[in-house]
């Protein structure tokens, strides 16, 4: 059970990276990415190729977050002249190109079957020991980076943010480059997917493309709208209510329903469907949302 426990609490840290990082860039800045798990997918691959070609762990993680965030600069750069629903389009078929590359390109990617044997982080430790370290690292790095974030939203690049989700062209008329901090904010939200992403290959030591579907992208924007878009704290409550949910509704067969696991699957998204028209209606601001929309 302790293992258990363990396990999805480390999965549920690196879904809140991954909800910080979609945080600063909805949250904050008003950018519609439907396109995160690309991000999430180059950070895993990058990290885990180099690890497999004999690099050091924390510096293949610092190269997977340097890589997802160049991979967001060009898609920046050419979408967000635009209006937003140009960006949210064009990063869902970013995230499917990258999908495709890595279950075509095998010679890189090792196609459909993956990237087995990614060297895990502390591999001179066994069983619960190397989990529970993992599971610190992953609680130190979440820390560091939602500290990080909250120190960014209150400098005067946070309040820029703001004033561009909240009136583009205001901003504008205020000398802002809107494009410059557009950008910023995707890369700097990608990275931290990167981030995300290379702990989960050596969290897993196997990665393969059928991990980094849609699904994954959507996950992370029911934890930030449950949270609380433009809320730290609220989008690492609505991580851990969207993991409880997701973990608690696999035991629905465990209730003796008939039904078959395709049937308990649909159930299940049903459920947490259901959960998010709830809350929409009755907290449209999120559970926890920031102090100037409570």
């Not at 999430?40 to 690099?55: D, P, Q, R």
């Not at 820390?143 to 009136?167: E, H, K, N």
């Not at 990665?207 to 924007?221: G, K």
Request: with cysteine.
């Amino acid at each position: 059970m302790t293992a258990y426990l363990i396990a999805i609490g480390s999965i549920g840290l690196i879904y809140a990276l991954l909800a910080l990082g979609l945080n600063l860039q909805w949250g904050q800045t008003g950018l519609i990415n439907f396109g995160h798990v690309a991000f999430f997918a180059i950070g895993a691959y990058t990290s885990g190729l180099l690890a497999l070609a004999g690099w050091p762990l924390p510096v293949t993680i610092l190269v997977a977050m340097i890589v997802a965030g160049l991979a967001a600069w060009p898609l920046g750069r050419l979408t967000l002249t635009l209006k937003s629903d140009y960006l949210a389009v064009t990063a869902i078929g970013f995230s499917e190109v990258v999908r495709s590359v890595l279950e075509n390109e095998a010679w890189l990617s090792g196609g459909p079957s993956g990237l087995p044997g990614i060297p895990t982080l502390f591999s001179g430790l066994s069983g619960l020991d190397r989990s529970l370290a993992t599971f610190a690292v992953l609680l130190a790095v979440t820390v560091a980076v939602f500290l990080v974030l909250q120190t960014l939203t209150r400098s005067p690049f946070g309040r820029a943010l703001r004033s561009i989700r909240d009136d583009e062209m205001a901003a504008t008329a205020l000398g802002k480059n809107v494009v410059s901090f557009k950008t910023r904010s995707l890369t700097l939200g990608a990275a931290i997917a990167g981030l995300a992403g290379a702990f989960y290959a050596h969290y897993l030591t196997f990665i393969s493309p059928e991990q980094f579907t849609p699904e994954v992208t959507f996950n992370v924007w029911i934890a930030v709208i449950i949270g609380g878009s433009g809320s730290n704290p609220g989008v690492l409550l609505g991580t851990l209510i969207l993991i409880i949910f997701l973990e608690g509704t696999r035991f629905l067969g465990d209730l003796g329903l008939a039904l078959d696991g395709s049937q308990l699957g649909a159930l299940r998204f049903m459920i947490i469907g259901a959960a998010l028209v709830l809350c929409m209606i009755y907290r449209p601001s999120g559970i926890l949302p920031p102090a100037s929309r409570r």
